[in-house]
């Protein structure tokens, strides 16, 4: 089954009530995204597969470990793309597979643009980031799609989540885990999270 971990880190509610605030303008909100993005990931990749190896310290030989798996970052566009620095800034040997996905705003059924992954991207360890997590279908298409190249080792990591988001993956994907910065109550009948912040992006991007 998989697990839901909500974050409260005082620097993730911060920036939480950076971004719900409608007064907050595309720069900040973009900034403080990143930053969440790259508090999330310090959370999503405590796991990480590491190996043994020896360095020639100054003063003698030491053991060391390093990261001992690729790691492909898979935002779902346009709003995951501004999670994407914040993942890199902390693992810049990441590689970057990209999903164009968006909400048909009738039937909230997520629609297919684009897709290009790393050709590796089965071998090692994905991290798939959007900000919202709402009905949950964009997710949970964007799992389907990453599966059908063989992955395995497969996170979701948003930064605010509605509760019917988190049912619908642990529904469809019971092998992937949500990390987020908060869960919020409920979905509008437009399907918007609330109180969320609105659509996340148009605000990164300055579209509103
Ligand atoms: C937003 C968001 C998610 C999706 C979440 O994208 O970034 O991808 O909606 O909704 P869901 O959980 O109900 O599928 P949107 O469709 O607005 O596209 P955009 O990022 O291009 O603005
Ligand atoms: N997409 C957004 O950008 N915001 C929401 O609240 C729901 C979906």
């Known amino acids: ?120 991207i089965a071998e090692g360890s994905v991290f798939i980031v959007d900000p919202m997590l709402a009905t949950g279908g964009s997710a949970s298409a964007a799992i389907e799609l990453i599966k059908s190249y063989g992955c395995k080792r497969i996170k979701l990591v948003s930064i605010i989540s509605a509760p019917e988001g988190v049912a619908l993956l642990k529904k469809e994907h019971p092998d992937v885990d949500i990390y987020t910065a908060a869960l919020d109550e409920r979905l509008n009948e437009r399907g918007y999270i609330v109180p969320g912040l609105g659509d996340a992006g148009d605000r990164i991007f300055g579209t509103l």
């Open 1 to 120: 089954m998989s697990e839901l971990y909500v974050f409260n880190h005082p620097l993730l509610q911060h920036n939480l009530s950076i971004i719900r605030d409608k007064s907050t303008g595309n720069r900040d909100f973009r900034e403080a995204i990143s930053e969440m993005a790259m508090i999330l990931c310090c959370e999503a990749t405590r796991d990480l597969p590491l190996e043994r190896v020896t360095v020639e310290t100054p003063i003698m030989s030491a053991n060391a470990n390093r990261l001992g798996c690729n790691i492909t970052v898979v935002p779902i566009l346009r709003a995951g793309l501004g999670m994407v620095d914040g993942f890199l800034k902390l693992i810049p040997t990441a590689k970057v597979g990209h999903i164009g996905l968006y909400r048909n705003e009738e039937t909230l059924e997520p629609v297919y643009y684009y897709r290009k992954m790393p050709s590796d």
